[in-house]
């Protein structure tokens, strides 16, 4: 049974940092592409990242770029969100999944999710 969970969410003040984590069991870790969404209430699931599944290529939503970085550590089968420069706009919970395919903007492509966790960025 595959799972993923996150964890490091939490509440922070604007302009701060936050590291988000993704470990996975239950899949052949390194061969999936891994993305980073997030659900604000009354909106629609938004891109944030991807990464190819030996790391080499990185994608960010255009909300993100520059502020975020995505990483990951297939021998911890484990992928990160760092976040710098947060802003209350980022508060949302935030998901990861897995793609067997190419890493991809479009949340419909890809195969199992996470159970999200919160961010809050106070003002």
């Known amino acids: 049974q595959v799972q993923l969970v996150e964890s490091g969410g939490g509440l922070v003040q604007a302009g701060g940092s936050l590291r988000l984590s993704c470990s996975g069991t239950g899949l052949t870790f390194s061969s999936y592409s891994m993305g980073w969404f997030r659900q604000a209430p009354g909106k629609e699931r938004e891109f944030a990242a991807a990464?190819?599944?030996?790391?080499?290529?990185?994608y960010y939503g255009d909300s993100v770029k520059g502020r975020f970085t995505i990483s990951r550590d297939n021998a911890k089968n484990t992928v990160y969100l760092q976040m710098n420069s947060l802003k209350p706009e980022d508060t949302a919970v935030y998901y990861c999944?897995?793609?067997?395919?190419?890493?991809?903007?479009?949340?419909?492509?890809?195969?199992?999710w996470g159970q999200g966790t919160q961010v809050t960025v106070s003002s």
């Open positions: 990464i190819s599944w030996r790391g080499r290529s990185t």
């Open positions: 999944a897995a793609d067997r395919s190419s890493p991809r903007s479009n949340s419909k492509e890809y195969d199992y």
